[in-house]
């Protein structure tokens, strides 16, 4: 079974500054993704960044990057240079393979103030 | 642009009645998916379609049926309502293979009296 831990229910962060958002996994799946979704307060699902569990470099997408740690199972998003736009609440998620090729698991979320 | 659209944003229903959450997605995309999400809990994956006519359980698939006539069209049923089916419902499709993110409808606010 998989499972996606956020244990930060909410964080904040000055403008400018960088925050990190934690993210640990647990599969027993020799291969997956991992994903980060953005969520603002309108409701959209937005998608940030992807990570293979075979990629060897960390992903980066703009401000986004993906510090993933392997032995750690840990994938943690960094934002660099915050904005007061990046509040929102943001879900990370895992795909395994298998019998669970098509399914995405997430985690319960953590919610993003940015303060000016 | 991609898209995927759910029906109605807002529906209000009373409890036993048999309610129909429909998503239409644009992509030619093989799978499917439904999720609800209720704070404090994340997004819960209900059910999953691959293919026309092809399903699968989530992990929160009691009281939920789901029906994948037409490759483009996943409807979410509830057969009976109940107040605790009150929820963000949200569709979203990707492609097949094992690549490639989510994509999202802006989901259904569903509130069962």
């Known amino acids: 079974a998989q499972k996606i831990t956020q244990t930060q229910p909410g964080m904040f962060v000055q403008e400018k500054e960088a925050v990190t958002l934690d993210c640990t996994y647990d599969t027993s799946d020799p291969s997956y993704g991992l994903f980060w979704y953005k969520q603002p307060s309108s409701g959209e699902m937005i998608f940030l960044i992807y990570?293979?569990?075979?990629?060897?470099q960390n992903a980066t997408e703009g401000r986004y990057s993906l510090n993933f740690q392997k032995a750690r199972k840990s994938a943690n998003l960094v934002i660099s240079a915050s904005q007061l736009g990046d509040s929102a609440m943001y879900f990370c998620?895992?795909?395994?393979?298998?019998?669970?090729?098509?399914?995405?698991?997430f985690g319960k979320g953590t919610l993003l103030t940015v303060n000016p | 642009d991609v898209k995927v659209t759910q029906s109605s944003r807002y529906l209000v229903k009373r409890t036993g009645e048999k309610v129909f959450l429909e998503c239409v997605q644009d992509m030619d995309h093989e799978n499917m998916f439904w999720y609800r999400q209720d704070p404090g809990l994340g997004l819960r994956l209900i059910y999953f379609?691959?293919?026309?006519?092809?399903?699968e359980k989530g992990d929160i698939p009691e009281g939920y049926s789901v029906s994948r006539e037409k490759k483009e069209r996943f409807s979410l049923i509830l057969e009976s309502a109940s107040t605790n089916q009150t929820s963000m419902y949200l569709c979203?499709?990707?492609?097949?293979?094992?690549?490639?993110?989510?994509?999202f409808g802006e989901g259904s606010r569903l509130t069962v009296l």
């Open positions: 998620a895992m795909r395994g393979r298998g019998g669970s090729n098509y399914k995405l698991t």
């Open positions: 990570q293979g569990s075979y990629d060897q």
């Open positions: 979203a499709s990707k492609s097949g293979g094992d690549t490639g993110e989510l994509f």
């Open positions: 379609s691959y293919d026309v006519k092809m399903k």
